[in-house]
């Protein structure tokens, strides 16, 4: 599994961030990004989100869909992620491959149960990378980093606010992102991020759960015995 590590990284760095700068706190967003729209300005509807996940965590249910464009391949995948504000996320894919990625303030775990396999990392290590360090510490200058408009094209529904989110300095892990809101919940229903290579990442999310009481240990990973441990370097 270690050689699907980059892959992995790729994943976090653009759709993985992305979820943890909209769910987290959208309510810092500036004034400065709002555009006006037949009903919500964009301010408005970031700050109407951002009420709906002022929580103090949350439970989700989610189908994955990722296109490589040069390779004409299309992957999918289900799983469930939980998330404790404001830096605590666990990622369970169950299928096709089962193996978790927990990440808190400090650590990095990757595990797969099958193989008995972890990779373990610094979490500063790749939110230093990432400019989500920064974010943690004071979200808005990430959040100055992004245009984001009203999308009235393909991702444009019926019963749905669709945001298109472009960063202001070219990163080539996110191009491009869009965020499917419900009109009536404000709940996130999908994200979809673009890298430089246009591959596509869609993910749609379901059976949301606030407020659970999830216990912080759920963030941590105890290693288990006899366990194959890999140490993830800093950078690919």
Known sequence: MKNNVKWIYSLFVSHWLLLALCLMCLGHFLRGHSVASDSL????????IQRRYDVTDFEADFNQQ????????????????????????RWHYK????YILIINTEKLWIYWPEENQVM?????????????????????KL???????????????KGLHALKLTPKKMEPNLDKAFLLVAEETFDIVELITYNTFGDETRIRFSGLRFNLG???????FKIPENADVLQLQAQF
């Open 41 to 48: 300005s964009v301010t408005e509807i970031l700050e109407r």
């Open 66 to 89: 990722s296109r490589l464009k040069a390779m004409d391949i299309v992957d999918t995948a289900q799983g469930h992620v939980s998330f404790r504000p404001p830096a605590m996320m």
């Open 95 to 98: 299928t096709p491959e089962n």
């Open 120 to 140: 373990v990392g610094k979490a500063t290590d790749y939110l230093g990378n990432t400019g989500l360090a920064e974010f943690f510490a004071e979200s808005t």
């Open 143 to 157: 959040l100055n980093s992004f245009h984001i408009e009203q999308s009235n094209g393909e991702f444009a529904r």
């Open 214 to 220: 999830l216990d912080p240990s759920l963030f941590e």
